[in-house]
């Protein structure tokens, strides 16, 4: 509809796309994002999991 328009992503935008792709081909990447996610869910799924982090957390603070 506009022959002259120039369409341009934010440079951030662009950065995260190309780093995402990237990342699609690199093996470990791939192995380390599985990790996270299966940590988020064990953790997220359950209030005595997240509950016992707080307190690891709370413990390790106390420790410095």
């Not at 990447?29 to 709370?58: D, M």
Request: aromatic letters at 10%.
């Amino acid at each position: 509809m506009v022959p002259h328009i120039l369409v341009n992503h934010c440079v951030d935008h662009r950065l995260a796309l190309a780093s995402s792709h990237a990342a699609e081909k690199v093996t470990y990447l791939l192995k380390w994002k599985a990790f996270v996610e299966q940590l988020f869910r064990f953790y997220h799924a359950c209030g005595f999991r997240t509950a016992s982090l707080l307190e690891i957390q709370t413990i390790l603070k106390s420790l410095r």
